[in-house]
Structures are given as C-alpha cells and as structure tokens.
C-alpha cells in the first residue's frame, strides 16, 4: 500500500475560531491506483491533498506514505519525499512564466542537485514523452493552455515519483483538450503511475478507478467506479 491514513484531523484557528477541515480521515491507497476524489468547496479535499503531498501536516492522526510514519520526519526530509517521491499537476499550471518549457521541466532536479547535462537530457526525454519536444524553448505564454498542462506533467513526472496529485488537472481547459489531458493521465496510470485527483467532474471522476467523496471534512463514499 502507497498510502495509509488513519484518522487524519486538521483545524486551523482563525483568531478566536477553529475550523475542522478533516474530522477523522482513515484511507488507503494501492500502488498502481486511480483514485478521483470529490466533494463540495468546504469538504476538506484540498486540505487532504496538501497533507497526502507533504504540503502540510495533519492536527492529529497518522500518514504513512510508502510504508513510512511521515509526522517523524523533520523539515528537510518532508521536503526530500516531496520533491524526490511525489509530482504535482495543479488547475493553473504553475509554470514560470520566464521560463522556457525545458527549464521549468528541469526545476524538480535544479532542487534535487541534479548535474545540468543530466537535468537536460531527462527533461527533454519527458517532453519528448508528453509530445513537446519541438517546443522545448518555448515560454508558457507561447503555448496553448493544453501544451502547458502536459510541461506541468512532464514536470511532474521527471523525478520518476511514486505518485501523482492532480488537482483540477482540466479546471481550466475545454472538453476536448480535457480529455486529451485525461487520456494522458490513463496511460500514465497504465504503466504504473499512482494517480490521486481532485476533481468537481463527475464525468472525469469515473476515468478513475475508484472514487472518494468527502463531506464536511469525512469520507462520505468510497466506490470502485468503471
């Protein structure tokens, strides 16, 4: 199993206010897995996708990721496992805009200490991958809003992580490019790849294997789906 949760809480205190963002979250996931999570704004995905991609660190609770306890971790390793084990696509892209395509694929690797002729040559490898080979020097604002999903998926994928968290990864495209990205995101999972998503689509909920939905910060559903 890639990911365990077991009774994940987190509030956040806003003043004189508590905020229950997750109220108890025990989950497991395979590696392998498509897993779609949904639920209403408020219901505490973005919260749970933060911890599961050691962004934060739950109130209460435990998160083993790759059979690991992660709340021992000091700062540096948190970062590591982050940078090193899991690759991010985000709804805007978060891509920097004076950046050519190649050198934000590079960026995970900039952080990892990898030497510039191997960071150069995986990153073009990863473009070549997702099909932007031919605009490798290319700025975001060169580039259509699907060409830049798949550099933030090259980017994603250049450290060969475990997983991939998606977030929205078709928030901000058109149905036809969505399910370009979509498909994308299949053949990924068919070689291997570990894919968590976030989505309010029902309809690219179900190109996952299973799906979660959350409520008031607790799962309400977990189904295969499919």
């Not at 084990?85 to 990898?114: C, D, W």
Request: charged share 25%.
């Amino acid at each position: 199993m890639i990911i365990e949760t077991r009774g994940l809480t987190k509030t956040y205190r806003m003043g004189a206010v508590e905020v229950d963002a997750l109220r108890g979250v025990s989950l497991g996931v395979e590696a392998g897995e498509f897993l779609s999570v949904m639920g209403p704004s408020g219901s505490g995905k973005s919260t749970l996708m933060n911890i599961i991609g050691c962004l934060d660190r739950p109130t209460t609770g435990s998160y083993l990721f790759e059979a690991r306890e992660m709340s021992g971790l000091d700062d540096a390793e948190f970062a590591h496992v982050r940078n090193r084990r899991i690759g991010f696509v985000f709804q805007t892209f978060n891509l920097l805009p004076r950046l050519s395509a190649l050198k934000n694929v590079e960026l995970p690797m900039v952080y990892g200490g990898v030497p510039p002729n191997a960071r150069r040559e995986r990153a073009l490898a990863m473009l070549e991958r997702v099909g932007l080979a031919d605009r490798a020097g290319h700025r975001p604002m060169e580039l259509s809003g699907g060409q830049q999903q798949r550099v933030a998926i090259a980017r994603a994928l250049v450290n060969e992580p475990a997983m991939i968290l998606a977030d929205e990864p078709t928030g901000n495209l058109d149905s036809r490019v969505g399910a370009e990205i979509m498909g994308m995101l299949d053949s990924l999972n068919k070689a291997g790849v570990t894919i968590i998503m976030v989505t309010h689509d029902p309809r690219v909920a179900d190109a996952g294997g299973r799906r979660v939905i959350l409520k008031d910060g607790m799962v309400e559903s977990d189904e295969a789906v499919g």
